[in-house]
């Protein structure tokens, strides 16, 4: 004779009827889910609220596996052993959906968890111990389970008194329901703003089947459990809430996305039109700052003149003049760099010209023409200085008076094929210190030039190496025969050539004059 579970059985039946392949179903289902979040919650993802719901899932998966043998076993239904299997599972179900809960809900207190806990665990211990006695009187009634598949389903289960063990059972599984509907309802009302309503029928469905098969399972009245499928719509619930949740978020990000793409474009629109309006400034500055050097160049007998000027950006801080008044029989010549360069450089090369209004009178000393040029910037300056060379040449002489302020040397080109390099003593023009610039006269013979620059040309840079003073001087010497024009033409063409695709980086200023 068989015997399961210390308990004789005459005969096992095996029925598999529609309620066995469906709770053998749910079953599978529900141990998959119940490992699925356990992964995740090794995972780290959510983790307190995956493992408590796997937790739920693996229980309710074997408690569901259990009500399949039974259904498909109907003899092995009467061994009472089985029932409290079952309500141990049952235990162990209030338990980890509870902590779920918990942890689900973001309830602020954990004190009616660990009691509900509390008191599941005693009712587990209790019925292990008190099974088949008075206190559980239902394991005394008779069960018949009878299944025919096409014509009728009929179930009987202990019909008869429950007990007063399981019916305090009963009770608390019933504050139980009543607490989690409303930890549920707070979830829904306080937390989400009514987005989770779903939650709620479902946990109220579960702990109503809970009740059901406590019910059932303790002789109180005959019914089919149905915990198993209120898990199933519960696992449905909360995948609506999370593709509701995926929902919300996909469209919030198309929304963000068009309120971005509105924001860039808005935004581009007024870049644009700040570009627009920042190059028409600096097409105006840009104008402004070439009529500020010199429109027309004398036409003279003894001498020819000529200049080149390209700042490193759309405004630059170089600066050209020469100032000549008809039969005065000198002609005076100024090259300057202000630090750096760009639209504050530029606005500083324009106060220099401003402060040359009538230098006339310092044709006699280009060193005093300095010092006056720097009393006159004196605390305009903002912090940069001034590199500049001061020339005065004497038509009927030949003579070239010059002074420098920290300026690169002049360099005189003779005619024979020398070049020379005259740079007296001074220093740059700022606020923070006197310039102390001295005079120094040279005698320019027919065919010999004189070349002012700016320190732009000599270190235009290429994969870091400068165009350099040599490389100047040679160029010099190979056109010494050529006019002005040609000179410069000549010196800008090679310094942009060496330079190539690398970014000019400072202003270029050259001037040439040549004695006849």
């Not at 009187?137 to 009728?152: C, G, Q």
């Not at 910037?377 to 008076?401: E, N, P, Q, T, W």
């Amino acid at each position: 004779m068989p015997v399961l579970i210390g308990k004789e059985i005459n005969r096992i039946t095996l029925n598999w009827n529609l309620f066995t392949v469906l709770n053998f179903t749910l079953a599978l289902i529900e141990l998959c889910i119940g490992l699925y979040h356990l992964f995740l919650g090794a995972k780290r993802y959510y983790s307190y609220i995956n493992i408590s719901f796997a937790a739920t899932s693996l229980l309710m998966g074997s408690y569901s596996l259990l009500n399949a043998f039974i259904y498909a076993n109907p003899g092995v239904a009467e061994s009472v052993h089985l029932f409290s299997l079952q309500m141990f599972f049952v235990n162990l179900l209030v338990i980890a959906f509870c902590w779920f809960m918990y942890h689900y809900t973001d309830y602020p207190s954990a004190v009616p968890f660990w009691l509900i806990t509390g008191i599941f665990i005693l009712f587990a211990l209790l019925e292990i111990v008190f099974w088949n006695t008075p206190l559980t009187s239902a394991a005394d009634h008779p069960l018949r389970i009878e299944f025919v598949f096409r014509n009728r389903v009929i179930i009987r289960v202990f019909q008869g008194d429950p007990g007063p063990l399981m019916s305090a059972k009963f009770l608390c599984a019933f504050f139980s329901m009543v607490f989690g509907f409303t930890v549920a309802l707070r979830r829904v009302s306080v937390i989400t703003g009514r987005k989770d309503w779903i939650i709620v029928p479902a946990v109220l469905f579960f702990f109503s089947a809970g009740l059901n098969d406590i019910a059932v399972a303790s002789g109180l009245y005959s019914f089919m459990f149905v915990l198993e499928y209120a898990h199933f719509f519960l696992i449905l619930s909360l995948n609506l809430i999370i593709i509701n949740h995926f929902l919300n978020v996909f469209r919030a990000h198309e929304n963000l996305n068009r309120t971005l793409e509105q924001r860039v474009l808005e935004r581009t629109e007024d870049l644009r039109r700040a570009r627009d309006q920042i190059l028409q400034e600096m097409n105006l500055a840009k104008k402004v700052e070439f009529s500020l050097l010199p429109s027309g160049i004398p036409e003279l007998s003894s001498l020819s003149i000529a200049y080149k000027y390209l700042p490193a950006s759309a405004v630059g801080g170089d600066f050209i003049d020469i100032q000549y008044r008809e039969g005065s029989g000198r002609i005076g010549f100024f090259i300057c760099d202000v630090s750096g360069h760009g639209v504050s450089a530029a606005l500083i090369a324009s106060m220099v010209k401003m402060s040359l209004a009538g230098w006339e009178e310092y044709f006699d000393s280009p060193s005093e023409h300095l010092h006056g040029v720097r009393r006159a910037l004196m605390g305009k300056m903002s912090g940069h200085f001034i590199s500049a060379c001061s020339a005065v040449y004497d038509l009927d002489s030949g003579r070239l008076k010059m002074a420098s302020a920290g300026h690169p040397p002049l360099m005189v080109l003779r005619s024979q094929g020398g070049v020379e390099d005259h740079k007296p003593p001074g220093r740059v023009l700022c606020d923070r210190f006197e310039a102390r610039c001295e005079d120094r006269e040279i005698l320019l013979e027919k065919g010999d030039a004189a070349v002012l620059y700016t320190d732009g040309i000599t270190e235009a840079r290429h994969e870091g190496l400068i165009f350099g003073e040599e490389r100047f001087r040679e160029l010099l010497k190979e056109k010494r025969e050529g006019v002005p024009e040609d000179i410069c033409g000549t010196l800008v063409s090679a310094v942009r050539a060496y330079r190539g695709k690398s970014p000019q980086e400072d202003d270029y200023s050259l001037l040439v004059v040549k004695r006849r």
